[in-house]
Protein backbone atom coordinates (compact mmCIF):
# COMPACT_ATOMS: atom_id res chain seq x y z
CA UNK A 1 0.00 0.00 0.00
CA UNK A 2 2.61 2.24 0.51
CA UNK A 3 3.16 3.05 -3.11
CA UNK A 4 -0.19 4.53 -3.06
CA UNK A 5 -1.05 7.82 -1.31
CA UNK A 6 -4.26 8.27 0.33
CA UNK A 7 -6.26 9.87 -1.84
CA UNK A 8 -5.99 7.21 -4.06
CA UNK A 9 -6.47 4.39 -1.01
CA UNK A 10 -9.68 6.32 -0.05
CA UNK A 11 -11.19 6.21 -3.54
CA UNK A 12 -10.50 2.32 -3.36
CA UNK A 13 -11.81 2.03 -0.20
CA UNK A 14 -15.31 4.03 -1.62
CA UNK A 15 -15.22 1.94 -4.86
CA UNK A 16 -14.83 -1.21 -3.20
CA UNK A 17 -17.39 -0.96 -0.81
CA UNK A 18 -19.82 0.87 -3.13
CA UNK A 19 -19.67 -2.43 -5.54
CA UNK A 20 -20.17 -4.73 -2.99
CA UNK A 21 -23.05 -2.99 -1.85
CA UNK A 22 -24.84 -2.86 -5.37
CA UNK A 23 -23.60 -6.92 -5.74
CA UNK A 24 -26.03 -7.02 -2.55
CA UNK A 25 -28.59 -5.53 -2.88
CA UNK A 26 -28.78 -5.95 -6.41
CA UNK A 27 -28.15 -9.54 -6.18
CA UNK A 28 -30.90 -9.60 -3.66
CA UNK A 29 -33.63 -7.72 -6.16
CA UNK A 30 -32.33 -10.33 -8.68
CA UNK A 31 -33.31 -13.12 -6.80
CA UNK A 32 -37.02 -12.00 -5.51
CA UNK A 33 -37.72 -11.46 -8.93
CA UNK A 34 -36.44 -14.68 -10.37
CA UNK A 35 -37.89 -16.72 -7.43
CA UNK A 36 -40.62 -16.77 -4.86
CA UNK A 37 -38.90 -19.45 -2.69
CA UNK A 38 -36.72 -17.87 0.36
CA UNK A 39 -34.25 -20.41 0.19
CA UNK A 40 -33.61 -19.86 -3.26
CA UNK A 41 -33.47 -16.53 -3.03
CA UNK A 42 -30.97 -16.14 -0.24
CA UNK A 43 -28.48 -18.84 -2.46
CA UNK A 44 -29.36 -15.94 -5.08
CA UNK A 45 -27.70 -13.35 -3.01
CA UNK A 46 -24.92 -15.40 -1.06
CA UNK A 47 -23.38 -16.53 -4.17
CA UNK A 48 -22.52 -13.42 -5.85
CA UNK A 49 -21.34 -11.46 -2.64
CA UNK A 50 -18.87 -14.51 -1.79
CA UNK A 51 -17.93 -14.35 -5.19
CA UNK A 52 -17.76 -10.07 -5.78
CA UNK A 53 -15.55 -10.30 -2.23
CA UNK A 54 -12.79 -12.23 -4.30
CA UNK A 55 -12.94 -10.56 -6.88
CA UNK A 56 -12.55 -6.64 -4.66
CA UNK A 57 -10.04 -7.90 -2.58
CA UNK A 58 -8.07 -9.25 -5.30
CA UNK A 59 -7.93 -6.16 -7.49
CA UNK A 60 -8.36 -3.52 -4.54
CA UNK A 61 -6.07 -4.74 -2.16
CA UNK A 62 -3.07 -3.88 -3.26
CA UNK A 63 -4.13 -0.29 -3.48
CA UNK A 64 -5.82 0.09 0.07
CA UNK A 65 -6.32 -2.92 1.78
CA UNK A 66 -9.06 -3.81 0.66
CA UNK A 67 -10.80 -3.25 4.10
CA UNK A 68 -14.63 -2.10 2.98
CA UNK A 69 -15.91 -2.55 6.04
CA UNK A 70 -15.45 0.61 8.92
CA UNK A 71 -14.68 -2.94 12.04
CA UNK A 72 -11.83 -4.20 9.90
CA UNK A 73 -10.69 0.15 9.66
CA UNK A 74 -10.90 -0.16 13.41
CA UNK A 75 -9.21 -3.66 13.59
CA UNK A 76 -6.20 -2.36 12.03
CA UNK A 77 -6.27 0.79 13.70
CA UNK A 78 -6.34 -0.65 17.11
CA UNK A 79 -3.35 -3.19 16.14
CA UNK A 80 -1.36 -0.12 14.71
CA UNK A 81 -1.26 -0.75 10.98
CA UNK A 82 -2.94 2.81 10.47
CA UNK A 83 -3.05 5.86 12.03
CA UNK A 84 -6.33 6.77 13.94
CA UNK A 85 -7.06 9.53 11.45
CA UNK A 86 -6.87 7.75 8.31
CA UNK A 87 -8.91 4.68 9.41
CA UNK A 88 -11.57 7.15 11.23
CA UNK A 89 -11.36 8.79 6.62
CA UNK A 90 -11.40 5.20 5.48
CA UNK A 91 -15.03 4.48 7.59
CA UNK A 92 -16.22 7.94 6.41
CA UNK A 93 -15.47 6.67 3.13
CA UNK A 94 -17.04 3.27 3.26
CA UNK A 95 -20.11 4.27 4.65
CA UNK A 96 -20.85 6.87 1.81
CA UNK A 97 -19.80 4.19 -0.75
CA UNK A 98 -21.95 1.79 0.45
CA UNK A 99 -24.69 4.48 0.31
CA UNK A 100 -23.83 4.99 -2.96
CA UNK A 101 -24.34 1.63 -4.12
CA UNK A 102 -27.43 1.05 -2.77
CA UNK A 103 -28.45 3.55 -5.00
CA UNK A 104 -26.62 2.00 -8.15
CA UNK A 105 -28.49 -0.75 -7.29
CA UNK A 106 -32.01 0.88 -6.74
CA UNK A 107 -31.10 2.73 -10.53
CA UNK A 108 -30.35 -0.44 -11.94
CA UNK A 109 -33.48 -2.05 -11.45
CA UNK A 110 -35.44 0.99 -12.04
CA UNK A 111 -36.23 1.80 -8.30
CA UNK A 112 -36.22 4.97 -5.90
CA UNK A 113 -32.70 6.18 -5.50
CA UNK A 114 -33.38 5.38 -1.79
CA UNK A 115 -36.50 3.93 0.58
CA UNK A 116 -36.02 3.22 3.83
CA UNK A 117 -36.32 -1.04 4.66
CA UNK A 118 -39.50 -2.03 6.71
CA UNK A 119 -36.96 -5.58 7.36
CA UNK A 120 -36.85 -6.26 11.08
CA UNK A 121 -33.69 -7.95 11.75
CA UNK A 122 -33.43 -7.50 15.33
CA UNK A 123 -33.28 -9.25 19.66
CA UNK A 124 -30.74 -10.90 20.98
CA UNK A 125 -30.12 -14.22 18.58
CA UNK A 126 -29.22 -11.43 15.71
CA UNK A 127 -26.96 -9.44 17.66
CA UNK A 128 -25.52 -12.45 18.75
CA UNK A 129 -24.75 -13.80 15.13
CA UNK A 130 -23.65 -10.64 14.14
CA UNK A 131 -21.17 -10.82 16.93
CA UNK A 132 -20.05 -13.81 16.16
CA UNK A 133 -19.89 -12.97 12.05
CA UNK A 134 -17.78 -10.29 12.71
CA UNK A 135 -15.67 -12.22 14.86
CA UNK A 136 -15.31 -15.08 12.29
CA UNK A 137 -13.92 -12.49 9.55
CA UNK A 138 -11.85 -10.58 11.61
CA UNK A 139 -9.92 -13.98 12.61
CA UNK A 140 -10.29 -15.08 8.55
CA UNK A 141 -8.25 -12.01 7.64
CA UNK A 142 -5.79 -11.61 10.32
CA UNK A 143 -4.84 -15.90 10.33
CA UNK A 144 -4.81 -15.36 6.46
CA UNK A 145 -2.58 -12.36 6.34
CA UNK A 146 -0.29 -13.82 8.41
CA UNK A 147 -0.08 -17.58 7.16
CA UNK A 148 -1.45 -17.07 3.41
CA UNK A 149 -1.56 -13.74 2.36
CA UNK A 150 -1.87 -14.61 -1.60
CA UNK A 151 -5.30 -16.49 -0.35
CA UNK A 152 -6.93 -13.78 1.68
CA UNK A 153 -9.59 -13.17 -1.15
CA UNK A 154 -10.76 -16.55 -1.44
CA UNK A 155 -10.43 -16.35 2.63
CA UNK A 156 -13.02 -14.19 2.87
CA UNK A 157 -15.29 -14.58 0.03
CA UNK A 158 -15.73 -18.15 1.39
CA UNK A 159 -15.92 -17.19 4.58
CA UNK A 160 -18.66 -15.10 4.00
CA UNK A 161 -20.39 -16.96 1.70
CA UNK A 162 -20.70 -19.52 4.74
CA UNK A 163 -22.20 -16.68 7.16
CA UNK A 164 -24.72 -16.19 5.06
CA UNK A 165 -26.44 -20.01 6.13
CA UNK A 166 -24.99 -20.70 9.46
CA UNK A 167 -25.78 -17.05 11.08
CA UNK A 168 -29.38 -15.95 11.91
CA UNK A 169 -28.43 -12.79 10.45
CA UNK A 170 -27.09 -13.67 7.34
CA UNK A 171 -23.98 -12.72 8.19
CA UNK A 172 -23.91 -8.36 7.60
CA UNK A 173 -20.71 -8.28 9.41
CA UNK A 174 -19.72 -5.49 8.28
CA UNK A 175 -21.41 -1.56 9.62
CA UNK A 176 -21.45 0.01 6.49
CA UNK A 177 -22.98 -2.23 4.37
CA UNK A 178 -25.52 -2.55 7.40
CA UNK A 179 -26.32 1.15 6.94
CA UNK A 180 -26.54 0.77 3.54
CA UNK A 181 -28.97 -1.81 3.39
CA UNK A 182 -31.38 0.28 5.42
CA UNK A 183 -31.74 2.35 2.66
CA UNK A 184 -33.34 -0.42 0.45
CA UNK A 185 -36.48 -1.88 1.14
CA UNK A 186 -35.89 -5.36 -0.86
CA UNK A 187 -34.87 -8.87 0.21
CA UNK A 188 -31.49 -7.41 2.02
CA UNK A 189 -33.20 -4.89 3.49
CA UNK A 190 -32.65 -3.95 7.24
CA UNK A 191 -35.40 -1.29 9.33
CA UNK A 192 -33.00 1.82 10.15
CA UNK A 193 -34.31 1.47 13.90
CA UNK A 194 -32.46 -1.91 14.18
CA UNK A 195 -29.03 -0.81 12.71
CA UNK A 196 -27.67 0.13 16.41
CA UNK A 197 -28.00 -3.48 17.86
CA UNK A 198 -26.58 -4.88 14.52
CA UNK A 199 -22.99 -2.25 14.37
CA UNK A 200 -22.60 -2.69 18.04
CA UNK A 201 -23.01 -6.40 17.62
CA UNK A 202 -20.60 -5.98 14.78
CA UNK A 203 -18.02 -3.88 16.82
CA UNK A 204 -18.03 -6.02 19.76
CA UNK A 205 -17.61 -9.39 17.48
CA UNK A 206 -14.12 -7.42 15.68
CA UNK A 207 -12.98 -6.14 18.97
CA UNK A 208 -13.20 -9.77 20.48
CA UNK A 209 -12.02 -11.45 17.16
CA UNK A 210 -8.62 -9.14 17.22
CA UNK A 211 -7.79 -10.20 21.03
CA UNK A 212 -7.63 -13.63 20.47
CA UNK A 213 -6.15 -13.76 16.97
CA UNK A 214 -3.20 -11.70 18.88
CA UNK A 215 -2.87 -14.05 21.54
CA UNK A 216 -3.29 -17.10 19.18
CA UNK A 217 -0.78 -15.66 16.70
CA UNK A 218 1.92 -14.35 19.37
CA UNK A 219 1.98 -17.75 20.21
CA UNK A 220 2.93 -19.14 17.00
CA UNK A 221 5.77 -16.17 17.16
CA UNK A 222 6.78 -17.01 20.64
CA UNK A 223 6.97 -20.63 19.73
CA UNK A 224 9.55 -20.11 16.83
CA UNK A 225 11.55 -17.42 18.62
CA UNK A 226 12.11 -20.34 21.36
CA UNK A 227 12.81 -22.65 18.84
CA UNK A 228 15.58 -20.64 17.18
CA UNK A 229 17.11 -19.98 20.80
CA UNK A 230 17.69 -23.39 21.42
CA UNK A 231 21.10 -24.79 21.72
CA UNK A 232 20.75 -27.12 18.84
CA UNK A 233 19.72 -24.25 16.65
CA UNK A 234 22.42 -21.70 17.46
Not at 89 to 113: D, E, K, N, S
Not at 158 to 184: G, H, Q
Not at 215 to 227: D, E, F, V
Amino acid sequence: MGEFDLTRRLAAEALGTALLVATVVGSGIMAETLSKDVGLQLLGNTLPTGAILVVLIAILGPISGAHFNPAVSLVMALKGDMPGSEAARYVAVQILGGIAGTALAHAMFGLPLFEFSMKVRTGSPQWLAEAVAAFGLVATILAGIRFNRPAVPWLVGLYITAAYWFTASTSFANPAVAIARSLTNTFSGIRPIDLPGFIASELAGAVIGLMLMNWLLRGAQGAKMTKKATPETL
